[in-house]
């Protein structure tokens, strides 16, 4: 609307001017002027304000090519930077492609197209390699592996993403997942170390209260009158053996006679010459005998 007023306004001008003027070389200054200020206002990058005065100088001259093909390359331009405003680059660079072929078209406005499709080419290549990370990063945490992904998503959170910010904010979301994961299997790892520690120290503990035990039946077997003393058994059966009292260790039997001092006697009993019959007294604790 406001394109149309602006145009509609320059007509009335310049009608003015021819009628007052009463000659040609009035529309000529005119379509002359609003040429180079075009061509000044695309030197500023200030597209929309170049239209308005290429459409002046095609007013000025009607079916002027040289103002035609000005005003067709900067309406190129026009469309290609409100596709910009919505990231779309590469549907952009056909259209400054399109400005740059334009038949007695501008080699100044030619040459800002190019400028143009070599920043959007940059920027066509940094979208595809931030893409790339990103992809990584989030196949990293589908796999579990949240630390790497971390990793690759900090990697992409610190290179300028001002015209990426669709990207930042999915590269963020990303990371808060990373770290809400982690944090969740640091405690539950925490609590399979906690349950480990308390496993291994209830074992110790019984394994304490085993030795404890084990050591107690020794010392009350020890302290037992009845209980031999180390050695002394297996030194008077082989006595018993040898002195010809048995004809086997294995006939042998003891029967509780008496304790004196603490001290043990078995009576003794065993196959003699083929018969079973009394031989002797041992004392447990010396292995003295008599019989």
Known sequence: ????????????????????????????????????????????????????????????????????????????ILKAEDLEKKSNWEDEIPLLEQSIKVKKGSKVIASKSKEKIEELNAKVEKQKTFSAMLANAKKLNESGDYQTSNQKVQTLLNEDLTEFLEMKDEATKLKESNDAAIKEAEIAQAKKEAEAKARAAAAEQAKKEAQAKAAAET?????????????????????????????????????????????????????????????????????????
């Open 1 to 76: 609307m406001k394109r149309q007023m602006r145009k509609m306004a320059m007509a009335t001008l310049i009608f003015a001017l021819v009628v007052l003027g009463g000659c040609t070389s009035k529309t000529d200054e005119i379509y002359q002027n609003s040429i180079q200020k075009g061509l000044d206002a695309v030197a500023e990058e200030n597209y929309s304000k170049a239209e308005g005065f290429f459409e002046t100088a095609l007013d000025a001259k009607k079916g002027d090519e040289t103002a035609k093909a000005y005003l067709h390359q900067v309406q190129l």
């Open 219 to 291: 010392k009350a077997k020890a302290n037992d009158p009845y209980t031999w003393a180390s050695g002394v058994k297996e030194k008077f059966e082989n006595a018993m053996l040898e002195n010809g009292y048995a004809d086997s260790i294995d006939t042998i039997v003891y029967k509780k006679l008496q304790v004196a001092n603490n001290e043990g006697f078995y009576e003794v009993y065993a196959n003699w010459d083929g018969e079973f019959r009394y031989i002797v007294v041992v004392n447990v604790k010396t292995g003295w005998y008599h019989g």
